[in-house]
RNA sequence: GUGGAUGUAGCUCAGUUGGCAGAGCUCCGGAUUGUGAUUCCGGCGGUCGUGGGUUCAAGCCCCAUCAUCCACCCCA
């Protein structure tokens, strides 16, 4: 019989990982307290046509890769390829945006039906942020600081760089998009098979392909700069200044499109090159007409989303993880013989509360010496040993395993403080 | 969806013109009574991704299929 494995381009993510994952969990969790932003939870299914209205009836996203199903009484429902569509359903629903303004975030798995490849996976996780009710410049300004602020917390400031562009308005981008299609239609000939594919279905990707002739063709095609309102263009450079003032670096990059439909205005990307073909590890921007498109009141709203797999990948390749990260075990220990040992169950658990430390205790039996490996194994600093001698003198054997320190024995009413004492100097 | 590479022990990988399935690491045990990471000895561990085919004989050749990795594409 075969065996069953897991779906494809759906990962467990084991032990030894899971530690990692909490690192960056708790980091993000933190930066975002900060600044005052509040945790949404949401459902990982939805009606199908959440998406195919906000993401758009178009694009990839919604025509080939979403795992749409027929519940049981014949909807039609999605697992989630993205966060924002739900976040606004969610907040629409509880009328968390009816003239209130709100900074949320949201973590958790999406889907996507894509050929699995490195940094892209078919459930993969998002950590998402999304404000809603302020217009102006100066808090898509707050998000991209925010990420800013992030990136150092986690200690790569130095491997990513961030794409800044406008999108204009949504008639001053039809426009742009029918000028645009005209100039490439009368060069279909010179551009590259996609681009001739995306001209029917996504024209705005075109400008980021990576044909060089396409792009020599886009030189003398229609400038989308042309195209932005006054609105748009002012909102625009009021947020480099603000960004500017803040000292965050960013390139501008004219050809900076996004893959969902309902973008406008800020669109942004932190990018790094570490990871081969899936370099974008946030992206973001402004979708002031979502709520509306979803049967809400115009709610302005800007918000992203960062790429949880990605985020690791970087944090592994760059060794940016700190080894304390992975440790899970302070001390180890362990018995020698049956009366030691249940001496010592009851002693390690009034332990664990006392010192608030992570003991774990050896169960299995076993030589003395295959304790010792497993204890060194294990990540501990301290071993505790237990046996017929000390049991009768009323101590238990203290080991550091790391340092090169005596081992020495320690009276059962002290072992708490000496332990909790051993364990002080190393809590920076 | 397209292209390329790769699937052999839990992990990393050898395996010759087709001829008995291998190593290192891990794990378990031992090297004088209760002391780990080094060293030495021994042991456990296999549907050679899966299904067909060719052959006296297939890990190796042929076909199909699945999966993984990388790139295209797409995107976080």
């Known amino acids: 019989m075969a065996r069953i494995k897991a779906i494809r381009g759906m990962n467990d993510i084991l032990p030894d990982q899971t530690p990692v994952w909490q690192f960056l969990e708790n980091r993000v969790k933190e930066v975002l307290g900060r600044y005052g932003y509040a945790e949404l939870r949401m459902p990982i299914v939805e009606q199908t046509d959440l998406f ?44 968390l945006i009816f003239n209130q303004v709100q900074r949320l975030w949201y973590m958790g798995p999406m889907f996507r039906h894509e050929r699995p490849q490195k940094g892209r996976y078919r459930q993969f996780h998002q950590i998402g942020v999304e404000t809603f009710g302020m217009q102006g410049p100066d808090i898509d300004a707050e998000l991209i600081v925010m990420t800013a602020r992030l990136w150092r917390q986690l200690g790569l400031e130095d491997a990513v760089t961030l794409h800044l562009n406008t999108l204009g308005n949504a008639a001053d ?12 239609g009368a060069h279909v000939d010179k551009l590259d098979a996609d681009s001739q594919r995306r001209l029917s279905t996504n024209p705005l990707r075109i400008l980021d392909s990576k044909d060089p002739q396409t792009q020599a063709l886009l030189d003398d095609a229609p400038h989308f700069h042309d195209y932005i309102d006054d609105e748009s263009r002012e909102h625009f450079e009021r947020l480099c200044k603000l960004l500017d003032q803040a000292g965050v670096a960013y390139e501008v990059n004219a050809r900076l499109v996004r893959g969902l439909d309902y973008y406008g205005k800020t669109v942004f990307e932190w990018i790094t090159d570490e990871l081969g073909a899936q370099g974008t590890v946030c992206a973001g921007g402004r979708y002031d007409g979502l709520v509306e498109q979803l049967g809400g009141r115009p709610t302005p709203a ?11 990948l970087l944090l592994e390749t760059l060794g940016k993880v700190p080894d304390a990260v992975r440790q899970q075990v302070d001390i180890y220990a362990m018995a020698m013989g049956d009366e030691a040992f249940a001496r010592l169950f009851g002693l390690v658990d009034t332990l664990r509360e006392q010192t608030g430390l992570r003991i774990q205790l050896h ?38 395993l790391r340092e090169a320190l005596e081992q020495r024995q320690v009276p059962v009413e002290q072992l708490a403080d000496t332990l909790a004492s051993m364990f002080v100097e190393d809590q920076e």
């Open 52 to 95: 195919k209205r906000s993401i758009g009836e178009v694009t990839d996203i919604v025509e080939k890769e979403m795992y749409t199903f027929e519940d049981r009484n014949g909807d039609s429902l999605t697992l989630r390829p993205e966060g924002t569509a739900s976040c606004v359903r969610a907040c629409e629903e509880h009328g």
């Open 363 to 400: 169960c299995g039996g076993g030589s003395f010496k295959s304790q010792m490996k497993k204890a060194d194994r294990s990540g501990a600093r301290i071993a505790l040993l237990l046996g017929d001698d000390e049991c009768r003198a009323g101590v238990v054997t203290v080991k550091p």
């Open 173 to 184: 981008r039809a426009r742009f998009r029918e000028d645009l299609v005209n100039y490439l």
């Open 302 to 312: 800007v918000g992203f989303a960062m790429g949880v797999e990605r985020l690791i």
